[in-house]
C-alpha cells in the first residue's frame, strides 16, 4: 500500500511539472523583464469571509498518538550542511496545571532508523532530548511543562535522493510509521523543484485547505514565515480570546495556551514528517513569560541551522543553488547589533557561482499596501534594505499581513530593476479574518504616530519625501510598487528553472489545488544588478 502510494505521488509530481512547461511553451506568465505592470487589486470574494472556525482538536482522536510515548509531531528540517537533514518529535504527553511533574528526557531513546528508499532502514542515527516550560508568575494561570522533545541529526546523505525513515525509542518499541523525504540537490545548477511558502497558518478550517492543497502539489522544500500556531490568543481554558482577556493584572505578560501547539505540531505533521521545514518567528511567537523569557515554544519545538549566526531568530542555509537568508523583525536589528553584523558577513560570503538566487524572508513586510500593519517595519527597512540591494537579494517572503500582495521590482519606494520582488503570503489559516481595507483607499490612512516598532523600539513613519506621494504618509491610489494584491486564504510556491529564471504562483483556497491566481517568472540580471 505504502509503494503504491508513493508511486501514485511520483506520477502526480511528473504531471505537474509536465503542466509547468506547457505554461512555458505556451508564454502564460509574464516576466519581470516586461514590468513594472499596472497595480491590480483583485475584489474580494465576499464568499469565503466570514467567521474563522478552529478545528475540534480536543475530540478529535487521530491527532493523538495510539500508544505511549510512540513519536507524534514528527518534522524535518535543513542543516547548514548539504548531507544532513534533521529529524525532530514529540513523545510524551504535555502537562499543564499548577502540580506537575516533568517527564525525565533521558526514559526515552531518540534514535533515527533511516536508509535509501527501498533499500532497507538499515542505518541508524541517535540525537538528544529535552523538555521545556511556560511559567507564569500569576497564580491564576496554568503552568505547562512539553512532552519530551527528540532531535537527532542524520548525516551523510546523497543529495537529490529519496529516503525512508523511522524515529522513535526501538527499545520500548515505540516507533513512528515510516515516512519519506528527498534530499536536496547539489548546486549550483541544481534547485529543488518546488519551494512552498506561507505564513500566518493557526489551526483553523482554513489551514486544513492550505496544508492539504500544498501537499498535493508536492513541495521539497517549505517555508513558513512566522504566525505558525496562534496559541498566545487562546486563554487557559483553551478558547479563543481577545488580548484584553488574555493579559493578567499588574503585568505586562500575556497568557498563551502551549496546548495549542502540540495540537497544531500533530495536524502539520501531515507535511512536516515528509517535507524539511523551515520557520521564522513571528510576533504570536514571542509569547513572554516569567523572568521576560520570549520565543521559548519556537526555539525548543524547531531545528535550526544557526550554528554560524548563533541564534535561532536569524540564520541562513543552502537549497540546491538558492542561498536563504531568514531575518529576526523582533530581536536587534540596527547597524550596531549582532544580525545586521553577521547578515554583513553571510552575505560577504555567498558565492552567486555556487548559489545563485539569494532569497530573504522575515515576517512583517515592507511594501504592503494593507491597512493592517502599514509600515510597522518602517525602522528595519531603513536599516537593513540598502544592504540586501547592495548584495542583490532576488525574492523576498513576508508574512504578517493577512493577505497576499506582490510588488514589482523595488528599492526605497521607488520602481528599480535591480530591486527584490517583495511577496507577503500571509494567510495561510489564520485565527482571524482576512485582511480588506487597503491604506490608499479613502479615510483608511494610518496616523503615522500610531505606526512605531512596538517591539523594538523607534518611530520611522515618517511622510514621503518625493514620487507621486510626496508630503503624505500614504498613497492616495494603489502604489505603482504594488503590481498584485488579493485578499484570499491560500499560499505559494516557488520554481527555480535556472539560474536566471523561477516561475512563482499564488494558488488561493477556494481554486483548485493545481489552479494558479497569479504567476509570473522573476527573471535575474546577473550583468546588469549587483550580484
Known sequence: MVLAVESLNRLL?????????????????????EGPFKPVTVPVNYSIIGQVTSLPVDDNPPLSP????????????????????WVSWITGEYQIGDDIEPLDPQSVASVVQYGVYKSGRNNLAAGSSFIYSQQYPNEDLNNYTSGIIHRVLVTGLDPDTMYEYQCGDPSIPAMSEVHYFRTMPSPPKDYPSRVAVVGGLGLTYNTSTTISHMAANHPDLALLVGDLSFADLYCKNGTLCDFQNCSFPQSPLQETYQ?????????????????????????????????????????????????ESGSTLYYSFNAGGIHFVMLGAYVPYDKSSDQYKWLERDLFNVNRSVTPWLVAAWHPPWYSTYKDHYREAECMRVQMEELLYKHGVDIVFNGHVKAYERSNRVYNYTLDPCGPVHITVGSGGNEMNLTLEHADEPGNCPDPSNTPDRFMGGFCGFNFTSGPAAGNFCWNEQPEYSAYRESSFGYGILEVKNQTHALWMWYRNQDRYSVGA?????VRQPDRCPS
Open 13 to 33: 509530481h511528473c504531471w505537474i511539472l509536465l503542466i509547468s512547461l506547457i505554461f512555458v511553451v505556451n508564454g502564460q506568465f509574464p516576466t519581470t523583464l
Open 66 to 85: 495510539e500508544i505511549e510515548f510512540q513519536p507524534q509531531q514528527i518534522s524535518l528540517s535543513l542543516s547548514s550542511d548539504l548531507s544532513s537533514v
Open 259 to 307: 496546548p495549542r501547539w502540540d495540537h497544531w505540531g500533530r495536524f502539520m505533521q501531515i507535511l512536516t514528517a515528509t517535507v524539511p521545514t523551515m520557520v521564522i518567528e513571528g510576533d504570536h511567537e514571542i509569547e513572554k513569560q516569567a523572568d521576560n523569557l520570549t520565543f521559548t515554544a519556537y526555539d525548543y519545538r524547531f531545528a535550526f541551522p544557526s550554528d
Open 518 to 522: 497569479d504567476g509570473i517568472y522573476i
